[in-house]
C-alpha cells in the first residue's frame, strides 16, 4: 500500500502535523498530551484502513479489467452506490457494454461480408461456367457457323450481365461505406420518371407493354437525380420482368402532406406472400424469380431511397401484380 505516493505522502504529512500538534500540547498539558497521542494513533490506524480498503477496490477492479480482456469475464452488475469508485465502476461497466456491442456488430459484419462474397462467387461462377463450357465448343472446327454465331451471342450475352451484376456490386459498396454524397435538390417527378424509365422502353415496346405515367406535371421532390434515376429504374426494370406480354406498368403520384408519393403497379404475376417481406433483401431470389435474376436491383433501390430520407414498400397479389409505393419525406423523420 506503501508503493502509493498519495498513501505515503498523506501519511507523513499527518505525521509531522501530529508531531507539531502534539509537542504544542505537551508544553501546555502533560494529560492532554497523552490523550492526543491516543487519539492521533486512531486517526492513523483508520486513515490507513481506509487507504488500505480504497486501493483493494481499486486492485479489484483493475483484476475485473484484466479478466473481462482475457474473455474469461462477462458483464459485471453495476454499482449503485455512492463515491467515487462507485462512479468509476458504473464507467468501466458503461465502457465495457459499449466495447461488448461492438464486438458483436463486428461479428455480424464479418458474417454479412462472408455470405455476401459467398453469393457473388455463386452469381459469378454459373456464367462463368457457362462461357468456359461455350469456348471449348468454339475451338471445334467443324461447328456450323448459324451455331458459332448463337454461342457467341450467348457468351456476350453472359458478359453483359457479370458486368451489370460487377457495376451494381461497385454501387453497393459505395452506398454502403457511406462514400455517395446524395444532393438533396427538388425534381420534376414526372420528368425523372421518364428518364429512368427510357432505357426500358425497347424492351416493353418488343414485349407489347403499356407504360403510362400519371404524375403531375409540377409534381416535385426532394432527392439526388442520378441516384433517384436508378432506384426507380431497377423498381421498373422489375416490373417489366414479370409481367407477361400484353400486360402494363403504370406510375401515379401525388403530394401528401409531409412527403410526396409515387405508385409503381404492374398488372404482372405477382409475388407470393411468403416472399414480399424479403423482396428488398440482397441476393433474394423468390419464387417466381427469373432465371437470370441476381437479386440486388430492388435491394440497391431501396438502399438508395433510405439514403435520401425516402421509403418503400411493396404489396402484391398472386395473380393480380405488385404495387410499390415510394415516398419522398420533405423533412427528416
Known sequence: MFRNKEVKYGFWVLLILGIFAGSMIYAESGRGFYCFCVFFACACVVYLMVSRLRYRRISELSLYLKQVLDGRRGLDIPDNAEGELSLLRNDIY????????????????????????????????????????MTDILGDETLPPD????????????????EWLLTALLKMSRLDAGTVQFRREPELAAQLIRTAAAHLLIPMELKNQTFEVRVPENLEIL?????????????????????????????????RGIYSSLIIEDTGEGIAPEDVPHIFERFYKGENAGKDSVGIGLAMAKNILNMQNAHV?????????????IRFYRKVI
Open 94 to 133: 458503461k465502457m465495457i457494454t459499449c466495447l461488448e456491442t461492438q464486438a458483436e456488430l463486428l461479428k455480424k459484419d464479418k458474417i454479412y461480408l462472408a455470405d455476401s462474397l459467398s453469393d457473388i462467387s455463386h452469381q459469378l461462377k454459373t456464367p462463368m461456367t457457362s462461357m468456359m463450357v
Open 147 to 162: 451455331r458459332r454465331a448463337e454461342f457467341t451471342s450467348a457468351i456476350r450475352s453472359q458478359l453483359e450481365r457479370m
Open 223 to 255: 432527392c439526388d437525380r442520378s441516384w433517384t434515376a436508378e432506384a426507380i429504374s431497377n423498381i421498373l426494370k422489375n416490373c417489366m420482368e414479370h409481367t407477361p406480354e400484353g400486360g402494363a406498368i403504370t406510375v401515379t403520384g401525388e403530394e
Open 313 to 325: 414498400e411493396a404489396e402484391s397479389e398472386q395473380g393480380r401484380g405488385t404495387r410499390f409505393f
